[in-house]
């Protein structure tokens, strides 16, 4: 499956971002979906994961309670809906899909990964 995501773009402090994650190729239904984001200088990092029908959800520490995971399969899509953003989330964040579900899942769980999407936040 090949993955495309967008929805990035500079917003301010406290503000909202949805990025979506569009699949082709294949049905996004049999993956596992999970965000990641790279900040310039650090290494890439989970950000959130989603089960195939969208019943199960784990989130990193730093986002919880602030950022949601979600798919629609009918549409071949996933989303990120980003609120509160802080500068700190400024990073570049890539969709990946896998046929396994992890809590805490790392890079190499994931075999199909989207071409990033740059999100800035301005203080």
């Known amino acids: 499956v090949q993955l495309q995501a967008s929805g990035g773009g500079l917003v301010q402090a406290r503000g909202s971002l949805r990025l979506s994650c569009a699949a082709s190729g294949g049905t996004l239904s049999s993956y596992v979906v999970g965000w990641f984001r790279q900040a310039p200088g650090r290494e890439r990092e989970f950000v959130a994961v989603?089960?195939?029908?969208?019943?199960?959800?784990y989130y990193a520490d730093s986002v919880k309670g602030r950022f949601t995971i979600s798919r629609d399969n009918a549409k071949n899509t996933a989303y990120l809906q980003m609120d509160s953003l802080e500068p700190d989330d400024t990073a570049v964040y890539y969709c990946?899909?896998?046929?396994?579900?992890?809590?805490?899942?790392?890079?190499?769980?994931?075999?199909?990964w989207g071409q990033g999407t740059q999100v800035t936040v301005s203080s």
């Open positions: 990946a899909a896998s046929g396994k579900m992890f809590s805490e899942p790392i890079e190499a769980d994931f075999g199909s």
């Open positions: 989603i089960s195939w029908s969208g019943s199960v959800t």
